[in-house]
């Protein structure tokens, strides 16, 4: 039996403003750095949290998915400027976790999921979260940062 560790070369991070999100981010930033591994970053238009007016409002969704192109965009930036050599950014719509599993990491074919969870208190915990849902649905591995 051997302890060798996987080399995992693509990697998918989920991206949002949450601290977890953020050390998700970071921890991939290193990964592909250490292993020289292409960096695909995936941002969700949750499209749930919008409003029948904004839902059937074309200049609303442009302008929220220009909002989200311009984060993304940030996100490359850092990742180029620690040293990654190959940053790809993705943009999607829906229910994150959903998306992800279903229609991201097909199109991305990556080796590891990176996904960021924040600690739920009270009842909120016995309910399924996002990344309850991508650890268990995910064709590839998942690594859950808190």
Not at 12 to 21: N, P, Q, Y
Not at 26 to 49: C, G, Q, R, T
Not at 59 to 64: P, S, V
């Amino acid at each position: 039996m051997t302890n060798k560790e996987p080399k995992f070369s693509r990697l998918l991070v989920g991206t949002d403003d949450s601290r977890d999100a953020q050390l998700a981010f970071n921890y991939a930033i290193d990964h592909a750095l250490k292993n020289d591994a292409e960096l695909f970053i995936v941002s969700v238009l949750e499209s749930d949290e919008m409003n029948i007016y904004q839902a059937l409002d074309d200049d609303y969704i442009h302008g929220e998915k220009s909002e989200l192109e311009n984060h993304l965009l940030t996100y490359k930036e850092t990742a180029k400027k620690a040293g990654v050599k190959r940053i790809q950014t993705v943009i999607a719509e829906g229910d994150p976790s959903k998306t992800i599993v279903s229609e991201v990491i097909p199109q991305v074919n990556p080796d590891l999921l990176i996904i960021g969870s924040f600690d739920k208190t009270g009842i909120s915990k016995r309910f399924g979260s996002q990344a309850a849902y991508m650890a268990k649905y995910a064709p590839v591995p998942v690594l859950v940062m808190r």
